[in-house]
């Protein structure tokens, strides 16, 4: 017998409607600690506590979790759960009695089933080996019966956090670059069927998530493929004002390149606005090492308490105080005027410009903007 979670699909379609003010887009560079030893070559998630950061390694590593150094990134101690299976684990989350890894890797779309294993964090000491897990099955009740191909489909999924009692897991939407938001309870009988809460879109892959509990902002973290052939990494931020979630107000944050950062797949937050993350080892051309990075995003400027910026940009519209018009400019990456102001106006329509880069410019002022559609 399978259980449906007690959602209801059209209500949460309408929820996927609504989105909040975007808040801009920043760059920030993170700060490299350490290229990271083997046992971290596939790392993908990432969870902090009590000075250590614990990962896990992806599809065809051994079913183990990893304790590693946060100043330096050295290793420390690794664990081997015993009776699980490593299909394609993509993210660890915690509460604060357990850690909840998920097995929700489906780049090849042939999984109709996922699992979120379970482990008492009170069994994480150096002095044992091995672990047991709890495994729990469930699967997305808006996924077809079949018909997926590989790395081009939206039931993919590689992000998790835990907050006020649920499981919150978001897609990655290889078809459409969106993400989806699901939510799970910590515990069910059978096969669960979830569907999705809401969703947002996101210009890229959706590889992990953490939640910042001193304000519940939380973060999404991903890369894209650029029309160089070559991939930049990125972060989403989302104050999360009433628990709003994708429909909260947004920052998008570049971070650079994987050929500095490594292939994006893990973050976690250690206190307010502060955390790491870490980077896969990319083999192609040139072989990038795994990484660990540092962020502090407490300069970044964002809205705080849900008050509304005086110029800001919400979807394919830019706010902005009629009077400030003459002392303002909105360039491309060309550096040349891409729309002429209508006079007499607090908003000017962006929605006939072409996607791509622009820079909002004024004294003392800059804020880019990226038009995906």
């Not at 097995?103 to 672990?131: H, Q, W």
């Not at 360039?331 to 891409?338: E, F, I």
Request: with cysteine.
């Amino acid at each position: 017998m399978k259980r449906v979670l007690g959602f209801f699909y059209l209500f949460f379609s309408f929820l996927g409607l609504a989105q909040g003010l975007d808040l801009g887009t920043t760059t920030y560079s993170p700060i490299l600690i350490a290229n990271l030893s083997s046992p971290y070559n596939e790392t993908s998630g990432l969870v902090y506590s009590n000075d250590t950061i614990f990962s896990i390694n992806d599809s065809g590593n051994t079913p183990s979790i990893h304790a590693l150094r946060v100043s330096d990134g050295a290793h420390v101690h690794s664990w081997t759960v015993t009776n699980a299976q490593n299909q394609d684990w993509e993210a660890l989350t915690q509460s604060h009695t357990h850690l909840f890894i998920a097995d929700v890797g489906n780049n090849m779309g042939n999984r109709s089933s996922l699992d979120i294993y379970s482990i008492p964090k009170a069994e994480l000491s150096t002095n044992n080996a091995f672990l047991l897990a709890q495994k729990q099955s469930f699967r997305f009740g808006d996924q077809p019966a079949s018909g997926l191909q590989m790395n081009a489909h939206n039931y993919d999924c590689e992000a998790l956090f835990f907050w006020q009692d649920s499981l919150h897991l978001f897609s990655k939407n290889w078809e459409n670059l969106w993400t989806k938001h699901y939510v799970l309870p910590l515990t069910w009988q059978d096969t669960l069927v979830v569907y999705p809460a809401d969703s947002f879109e996101v210009n890229g892959l959706i590889t992990d998530a953490a939640i910042d509990t001193s304000n519940n902002s939380f973060y999404l973290l991903g890369y894209k493929k650029e029309l160089s052939g070559l991939y930049s990494s990125f972060m989403y931020r989302f104050l999360n004002q009433n628990n709003l979630f994708l429909a909260s107000d947004y920052q998008r944050i570049e971070l650079g390149s994987t050929l500095n950062l490594g292939q994006t797949e893990g973050i976690c937050v250690s206190d307010s606005a502060n955390g790491f993350m870490s980077g896969e080892q990319i083999v192609s051309v040139l072989t990038i090492a795994p990484k660990l990075h540092s962020f502090n995003f407490s300069s970044l400027a964002a809205v705080s308490n849900g008050k509304i910026p005086t110029i800001y940009f919400h979807i394919h519209t830019l706010y902005i105080p009629q009077e400030l018009l003459p002392a303002y400019q909105l360039l491309d990456t060309n550096g040349k005027v891409a729309i002429d102001w209508q006079l007499g106006k607090n908003h000017q329509d962006l929605s006939k410009l072409i996607p791509g880069t622009y820079f909002l410019i004024g004294p003392h002022f800059r804020r880019t903007w990226v038009k995906t559609n």
